[in-house]
Each structure stands twice: as C-alpha cells, then as structure tokens.
C-alpha cells in the first residue's frame, strides 16, 4: 500500500516525462515533416520536369508548384497521425516541419527566379 505522497510523487515524475516524450516527438515529428516535403516535392519537380538537361530555374521552378501536392500530402499525414492521442504532438511537428520545409523551398525558388 502506497502513501498519498509516494502517489503525488509518481504522478508529477510521470507527467514530467510525459512533457520530456512530447517535446522529442514534436522535434521528430518536425524533421520527419521537413524531409518529407522536401523529398516529396525534388521528387514530383523531377517527375514534373522529366528531362536531365534542364537548367537549376527550372527544377527549382518546378519543385516549387509541386509543393502544391506535396505540402497538403504531408501536412495531411501529420494530421492523421495527429488524431492518436499517444502521438498527437508527432503529428503536429510533421505539420509544422511540412509548412517550415514549404517556406523553405519557396525561398529557395524566389531568390533563384
């Protein structure tokens, strides 16, 4: 049989740790999101594109309207992974990784046009 204060002990190490896994699953969750855009979206450009000899404008050109499909792919897989409580943050920093890496690739287009 346990105290009231081992119990409130428990408690407050188990939601310190709870706060600890949230934080390292949201900072996963952002990278995850990150790469995944940004493959997803070098990956359609190519498809987009087809041909070896195009110059850097126009991969950057066409990796930058196929963040039209890659974003909303990737930020609508965060938000499914999202909907599970145990990993509810994972799925908010894939959001935000998806968005961070669609400005990233925006940026990158605006300052190669």
Known sequence: MTSYKTDRARAAAMAADSAVYGRRRFVSGFFLGLVLVV???FAFGFALVGDLGET???RFGATAI???VAAPLTCV???FIGL???VRRLGMGVVVGALAGAVLIGGIFL???
């Open 111 to 113: 300052l190669v046009r």
């Open 39 to 41: 493959l997803l979206a």
């Open 66 to 68: 196929s963040l039209l």
């Open 56 to 58: 850097l404008k126009v």
């Open 84 to 86: 599970f409580g145990k």
């Open 77 to 79: 897989l965060g938000f």
